[in-house]
């Protein structure tokens, strides 16, 4: 008797091991919303599909091609190349960056310094002049911090493994030169995945809290997701997710996002068998064990997700790229809204 092996079709738009980062501006002139959406293609380059809420198309930004014609090309990636991107909207501070590990493990970028008058020009980011060299495997998270009981711009925070110990710094773009350990090696596991947003203090009205997830190890095979806070410092707050997750090599990916005005973080976690799993604090813990897709392709099997501050959750399934968002009045139900990608 002979058997057949089953057909394997591989991708032609999206990297099989690509990872996925999501971020989103609102103009502030005119008030249109504008998502962007960062994968790799199988060829490996960095791919960005925009959408604004004006014409409701998605477009394209082969971002390695674009910067192969300058001074500043992005060097051959290598796959799953740890992306992490985040956009401002305040008066005239209209950015969009993003940030990725080079082969070498030292941190670069890229950005659009002006949204509003040129939002198709793209420049490389030299990080302030600062270098930052990663620990082998590190992944990245990044977030826009502001205040805003002050009429100030804000700043970026960006988060990686250091490449000594892997304890994890955040350099916040006000002083890049100067990283400081927001989470001291040994906290969090060499690889665990990162994520990273601003947090509404409740008890005044401002935005200058932030809120980072990682994984530490609880023994040599399980994980416990850890939750860290940053007020004036940064501190422990609290584990999140009952029970364990697998360990990085596996390779669960935490994505963060809001709702509730801007009152709820959620918390959501990709596990190596393509489903999520979630947390989130509203009046009490409340957990989603097992996330719903609502809508959409029926044989979804995740191996990328990311969250964008405004409730929008993106997932790779296969070679295709999705788009969801959180029910509100059950925030355990994802609503499919879309195709990304093709």
């Not at 620990?135 to 250091?162: K, Y």
């Not at 947090?199 to 990682?214: D, I, K, S």
Request: charged residues 10%; proline residues 6%.
């Amino acid at each position: 008797m002979s058997t057949t092996a089953p057909t394997i079709t591989p991708n032609i738009h999206i990297s099989a091991t690509s990872k996925l980062s999501a971020t989103n501006w609102t103009n502030p002139f005119d008030g249109t919303l504008h998502r962007f959406v960062f994968f790799q293609d199988p060829f490996n380059a960095m791919i960005v599909r925009r959408w604004n809420s004006t014409t409701g198309v998605w477009t394209t930004n082969n971002l390695t091609n674009i910067f192969s014609q300058t001074k500043n090309p992005i060097n051959a990636l290598t796959p799953s190349t740890p992306l992490a991107s985040v956009s401002s909207s305040w008066h005239n501070f209209n950015e969009l960056h993003i940030y990725y590990v080079a082969p070498d493990h030292s941190m670069t970028g890229a950005f659009i310094h002006d949204l509003v008058n040129a939002s198709d020009t793209w420049a490389f980011d030299n990080l302030a002049g600062a270098t930052f060299t990663t620990f082998p495997g590190s992944q990245i998270a990044v977030a826009w911090q502001r205040d805003m009981t002050h009429d100030v711009e804000g700043w970026w925070a960006l988060a990686w493994q250091n490449s000594t110990d892997g304890a994890v710094l955040v350099a916040n773009a006000s002083d890049f030169l100067h990283p400081h350990v927001a989470i001291e090696a040994g906290e969090a596991v060499h690889g665990t995945s990162l994520a990273l947003i601003p947090e509404v203090q409740y008890f005044t009205p401002t935005l200058n809290r932030l809120t980072m997830m990682c994984e530490s190890l609880s023994s040599p095979t399980t994980g416990i997701v850890k939750k860290f806070s940053y007020v004036t410092s940064w501190f422990f707050d609290a584990i999140w997710l009952t029970g364990t997750i697998p360990p990085p090599a596996a390779g669960p990916q935490f994505a963060l996002t809001r709702f509730d005005n801007w009152t709820t973080v959620y918390f959501l976690a990709l596990l190596p068998n393509g489903t999520i799993t979630g947390e989130y604090y509203a009046d009490g813990w409340k957990q989603a064990p097992s996330v719903t897709l609502v809508g959409g392709p029926s044989d979804v099997n995740f191996t990328a997700i990311a969250a964008s501050e405004e409730s929008m959750v993106y997932g790779i399934s296969g070679d295709t790229i999705l788009q969801y968002s959180v029910k509100f009045s059950d925030p355990s139900v994802l609503q499919f809204e879309g195709a990304v990608f093709p």
